[in-house]
């Protein structure tokens, strides 16, 4: 094993002491201005904590870089809630003197390599750390979807969306298209403060409901059988619509699929895969932090169920990042759920 692996794997073993100690060094020095920032004690602990999870996963997966991107995403939110730089920059600096203090001088140079590197990326790029959303094809369709629903309209988004599919629009264009450049660009505009969790939880919700509109028209499609495939998130992960994406679209084109949605049991996973006979697995983590849950569930799987069972891993930190993606061991890895259906074919051969 190596030195980074260990040492990723060293800090999941103790995250909580190490991540109230980093809350503790941020939390003095700051004190007479940190409330007025919305930084207190249980914020410290929380940002700590999705900073070790980060740090972790890059050693395990040795991808500094991945790292040194979340440092910048990081800038980039608290920049969009009025957080100033200093904020970032004490929160590295913290992490070095908690991780330097709490193992051994083997680990010093690995532990430099990666906070340094990060700390470059910050003085390096004043890009902005925000996803930026792509023209596509749909894009006059997608303006208009997100203007509606940004305006709080629900039903009248619906109807545009309706109406797209009737006059010839695909599901899959309305999900890739759409859905998805509509879903970055609320997530680009809640990093940068522009709108407020409420409105992307408004926003979010309704997209689930018209999907929910579309499904008979996704059921109705389908007349071939080509096997059962169980679609789930890991345990502790919600970002749950490409998972759902994936499975549409894999059952548009002929999968049964048995879909389990968000934050679901690793056991429950394998229990009902057994009782399907499934033989397809197709999994979603969008968020880095449930990387160890991933790593165990795929294991257990391989453990419990054998080769012949094929698994294909997908979701927002996975796609951006082949190192990333190509250090949990699935069978195939997914950049978009409209690749979903020719992977699952090439893997089983149907
Ligand atoms: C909606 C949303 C939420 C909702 C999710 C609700 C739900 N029911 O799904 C809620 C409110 C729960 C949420 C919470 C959080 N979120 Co959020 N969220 C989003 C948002 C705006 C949209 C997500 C989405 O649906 N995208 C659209 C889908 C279609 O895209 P996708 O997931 O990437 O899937 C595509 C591919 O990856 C692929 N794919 C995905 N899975 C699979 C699986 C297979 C098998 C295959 C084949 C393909 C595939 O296919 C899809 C289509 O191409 C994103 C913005 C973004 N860029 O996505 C932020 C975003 C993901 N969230 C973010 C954050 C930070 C959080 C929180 C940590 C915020 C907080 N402080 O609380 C929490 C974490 C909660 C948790 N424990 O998981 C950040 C992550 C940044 C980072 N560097 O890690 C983002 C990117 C926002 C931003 N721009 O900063 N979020």
């Keep these: 094993m190596t030195l980074e692996k260990q040492l990723g794997e060293a800090i999941y073993s103790q995250i909580n002491q190490l991540s109230d100690r980093m809350a503790a060094l941020q939390q003095t020095p700051r004190a007479d201005i940190s409330p007025q920032y919305g930084l207190n004690d249980l914020k410290y602990r929380e940002y700590g904590q999705h900073d070790l999870y980060q740090l972790a996963e890059a050693m395990i997966a040795n991808n500094p870089p991945q790292f040194a991107r979340y440092i910048v995403w990081q800038r980039a939110m608290l920049r969009g809630h009025r957080v100033p730089d200093f904020f970032t920059e004490l929160q590295l600096q ?51 979807y997100m203007e509606t629903l940004l305006a709080g309209n629900r039903e009248e988004a619906a109807e545009l969306i309706m109406k797209a599919v009737e006059n010839g629009v695909s599901i899959r264009d309305i999900y890739l298209e759409v859905f998805k450049p509509g879903l970055y660009e609320v997530g680009r505009l809640w990093q940068s403060g522009q709108i407020t969790v409420a409105h992307e939880h408004y926003f979010t919700a309704a997209t689930q409901l018209i999907m929910s509109e579309l499904y008979p028209r996704i059921h109705r499609h389908t007349a071939q059988n080509r096997g059962v495939v169980v679609a789930a998130c ?117």
């Design 94 to 144: 913290s992490e070095q003197t908690v991780l330097m203090g709490a193992f051994s001088t083997d680990y010093h140079s690995v532990i430099v390599r990666l906070l340094q590197a990060a700390a470059e990326a910050l003085h390096e790029t004043e890009k902005t750390g925000l996803s930026s959303t792509q023209n596509t094809l749909q894009s006059k369709l997608m303006a208009r």
């Design 234 to 350: 890991v345990s502790g992960e919600l970002h749950e619509i490409g998972l759902r994406m994936s499975a549409d679209l894999l059952e548009l084109e002929g999968w049964q699929t048995y879909y389990l949605g968000a934050n679901t049991p690793a056991m429950s996973i394998v229990d009902i895969m057994r009782e399907k006979k499934a033989r397809l697995l197709v999994l979603s983590m969008c968020l880095p932090i449930n990387g160890p849950e991933l790593r165990a569930l795929i294991a257990m799987v391989r453990q419990q169920l054998g080769g012949s069972v094929k698994i294909i891993i997908g979701g927002y930190s996975i796609s951006s990042d082949p190192v990333y993606a190509a250090s949990f061991g699935a069978d195939d890895v997914a950049v978009d759920a409209g690749d979903a259906p020719a992977i699952a074919a090439g893997l089983l051969g149907r």
